[in-house]
Structures are given as C-alpha cells and as structure tokens.
C-alpha cells in the first residue's frame, strides 16, 4: 500500500487525481493534501475522504513520508514543492509546466536522478488513443517534413485561478495548452533535438476586454501574450510549427489538433487519420475513428506514472529529462519572441 499526498488543493487535485487515486484504493491510501490555505486543504480533505490536512509542507512531508506526490499547485511553485517532495523520499508526477524556466525544471530531473525517484509530468495528450494509434501509423509516414501542432481558442482566456499572470504562470497559452501539443508532436518523433526556434508573440487583447467563453478576468492585470506564433528547427531537417492563442479573432471557437506532412503520408491526431496521394487522388491508409474520443487521457497518464512507481521503470511516462527538454524549448520560443530573433538551443 503506497501513500498519496496532493499539494494544492484545487480543481484538477479533485477532478483528475484524486479521482484516479481513488479508483486504485486497494494499492493507494490517499493520506494527506497540502494547500497554503488551511481552511481549503481541510475542506478538500473532508469532501475526498482524506486523512490529514496540512497547511505546512515540511510537516506533512516529516509526518506522512508519502510514497507518492501529485504537484497541483500554480506553476511558480513546481519547482520548489517537486524537489522539497523528492528529497523526502516521493515519487512524483507535477503538473504541466515542468517549472517556469528550463535552469529549474534541469535541477528537478537531476534531483529525481540522484535520488532515485521517479519524475513525471501529466502530459495526458501523449496517452489519448488518438495519439497511440497515430504513433503506431508513423512508419508509414516516411521522413516528416513538417509538423503542424495547434492550440488555439478564439476566446479562452481562463477566469479563474492564476492563467493571466505571468510571474505566477511563466506565460499565457504556450506555457498553459500549447506546450501539451509541443509535447504530443515531439513524442510522436521520439523526442528529437531542436536545433533553434523563432517565434512572435502579441499582446493587447487580453487588456481591452474582460470577457469570454471562460468567464471574466481583470484586463488590468493581464500580463501573458494575446497568442505565439513559433517554428522549431530540429537537427534532423524536420520543422515544428506551433501556432497557440487565449484570444485571436478566427472562425472557429477552438482547436487541438497535430497535423503531420511526412515524404510517404500524412496525417491528422484529431481525428486519428492517415492519409496519402495515389496519383492524384487520396487514399486512406489508416484511420481510428471519425471524432475525439471522450476517454480521459489523464487516466492513462497517471496510470502509467503509478505503474511506473511500482515496476521502476518509467519507459512509457513523460519524464523528467523530457521536461527538462520541452521547458528549454519553451524558455527560448518565450525569448525569441521578446528578442525578434531566432534562438539557438545547441
């Protein structure tokens, strides 16, 4: 029986990981959930069925000695709560962003590393079946030119917690829902190295207006891009480009989506399709289904880190090393927008 603690007691704790926690109660006793709010970890507690609420991490981390630790607080605090977490003896799987600048997710991983623990970040779209099924299809795809990788909202600036404050956050819809499509198209090559980035980013958006599909927010305190607009060069030949927005003026509401243009077929994540020209004419060489499925992909993804915990393995999880990988990337995407100039990662 491993004990789980949560730290931050908010709205994916409850709705993604307590809930798969919960689903495993023979193997996983929920112990104890830290928030910095007192009254809000205790309400957490008594709503989850959980042992203890602390308001002091070092405490419950000298008390509890947790085997596992789920990371659910704002970006600005990964860092710090990851490694106070792994230096205790906690295998840990941290919600996205890795951390808020690729020096601190480096010193999470290598902190994982010297301890011995697992590091995993909830990257759930790399496990939904669409991704799987794509990911399978690649060797049909031939040498991938070009990877399209989208997470667009025409108007979804989030009107709660911290999404629109960037020392809190590290960003807006890059570091929020554009990095889990960086992710998805990078595993689907096998994490290959990026050479440079270029990116443009906008702003102004967010500071006119106060409303949208995902409730209000105070434009006098929006300090993220409106939307970022990059290409990634990798090693290899190949280009990523990566389009992502809060707030852009486009037809549709919203998009998630990875299309790929490889030498031999082609290829869409949502819906899982593949695709290539028969002397003009298209012919389908694969497809897994005609829409999104509505199985939770962060199922899967705690699966995999759960079981990694108990095999010791961590093949099939998003690593630390990844993160670290994916937060450089994201830390010069960030920098080459400010500087209007590409940015060189090796």
């Given at each position: 029986?491993?004990?789980?603690?949560?730290?931050?007691?908010?709205?994916?704790?409850?709705?993604?990981?307590?809930?798969?926690?919960?689903?495993?109660?023979?193997?996983?006793?929920?112990?104890?959930?830290?928030?910095?709010?007192?009254?809000?970890?205790?309400?957490?507690?008594?709503?989850?069925?959980?042992?203890?609420?602390?308001?002091d991490?070092?405490?419950?981390?000298?008390?509890?000695?947790?085997?596992?630790?789920?990371?659910?607080?704002?970006?600005?605090?990964?860092?710090?709560?990851?490694?106070?977490?792994?230096?205790?003896?906690?295998?840990?799987?941290?919600?996205?962003?890795?951390?808020?600048?690729?020096?601190?997710?480096?010193?999470m991983?290598?902190v994982?590393?010297?301890?011995?623990?697992?590091?995993?970040?909830?990257?759930?779209?790399?496990?939904?079946?669409?991704?799987?099924?794509?990911?399978?299809?690649?060797p049909?795809?031939?040498?991938?030119?070009?990877i399209?990788?989208k997470?667009?909202?025409?108007?979804?600036?989030?009107?709660?917690?911290?999404?629109?404050?960037?020392?809190?956050?590290?960003?807006?819809?890059?570091?929020?829902?554009?990095?889990?499509?960086?992710?998805?198209?990078?595993y689907?090559?096998?994490?290959?190295e990026?050479?440079?980035?270029?990116?443009?980013?906008?702003?102004?958006?967010?500071?006119?207006?106060?409303?949208?599909?995902?409730?209000?927010?105070?434009?006098n305190?929006?300090?993220?891009?409106?939307?970022?607009?990059?290409?990634?060069?990798?090693?290899?030949?190949?280009?990523?480009?990566?389009?992502?927005?809060?707030?852009?003026?486009?037809?549709?509401?919203?998009e998630?989506?990875?299309?790929?243009?490889?030498?031999?077929?082609?290829?869409?994540?949502?819906?899982?399709?593949?695709?290539?020209?028969?002397?003009?004419?298209?012919?389908?060489?694969?497809?897994?289904?005609?829409?999104k499925?509505?199985?939770?992909?962060?199922?899967?993804?705690?699966?995999?880190?759960?079981?990694?915990?108990?095999?010791?393995?961590?093949?099939?999880?998003?690593?630390a090393?990844?993160?670290?990988?994916?937060?450089?990337?994201?830390?010069?995407?960030?920098?080459?927008?400010?500087?209007?100039k590409?940015?060189?990662?090796?």
């Amino acid at each position: 029986m491993k004990k789980i603690a949560i730290i931050g007691a908010g709205q994916i704790a409850e709705k993604v990981h307590v809930k798969y926690y919960a689903s495993r109660a023979s193997e996983l006793e929920l112990s104890a959930v830290f928030d910095v709010d007192i009254d809000r970890a205790k309400n957490f507690s008594e709503r989850n069925n959980i042992k203890n609420a602390y308001s002091d991490i070092d405490k419950m981390l000298e008390e509890v000695k947790p085997d596992i630790v789920s990371i659910c607080t704002p970006n600005a605090f990964h860092h710090e709560l990851t490694i106070k977490a792994l230096k205790a003896g906690a295998d840990v799987i941290c919600e996205k962003p890795p951390a808020l600048q690729a020096s601190d997710a480096k010193e999470m991983r290598d902190v994982a590393e010297s301890n011995h623990k697992i590091l995993a970040y909830d990257f759930q779209h790399r496990f939904s079946k669409e991704t799987k099924y794509i990911k399978s299809m690649m060797p049909k795809m031939g040498k991938v030119d070009l990877i399209e990788a989208k997470a667009l909202r025409r108007s979804g600036v989030p009107g709660w917690g911290n999404f629109i404050s960037k020392d809190i956050q590290g960003g807006g819809p890059l570091i929020d829902i554009g990095i889990h499509m960086l992710d998805t198209s990078l595993y689907l090559l096998d994490y290959p190295e990026v050479q440079r980035v270029s990116a443009t980013a906008f702003h102004g958006m967010g500071n006119s207006r106060n409303t949208g599909t995902f409730g209000e927010w105070d434009p006098n305190k929006y300090s993220v891009e409106d939307s970022l607009f990059g290409m990634l060069y990798l090693k290899n030949g190949s280009v990523i480009r990566i389009s992502t927005s809060f707030l852009l003026n486009m037809q549709i509401e919203k998009e998630m989506n990875i299309l790929i243009y490889g030498q031999n077929a082609g290829g869409s994540v949502y819906p899982a399709w593949v695709y290539q020209d028969n002397n003009g004419v298209l012919k389908t060489l694969g497809e897994r289904s005609k829409k999104k499925t509505d199985e939770d992909s962060h199922m899967t993804s705690l699966s995999k880190f759960v079981d990694a915990t108990f095999s010791r393995g961590d093949s099939e999880i998003a690593n630390a090393t990844q993160g670290y990988k994916l937060q450089l990337i994201i830390d010069a995407l960030y920098q080459s927008a400010e500087l209007n100039k590409d940015v060189n990662l090796y």
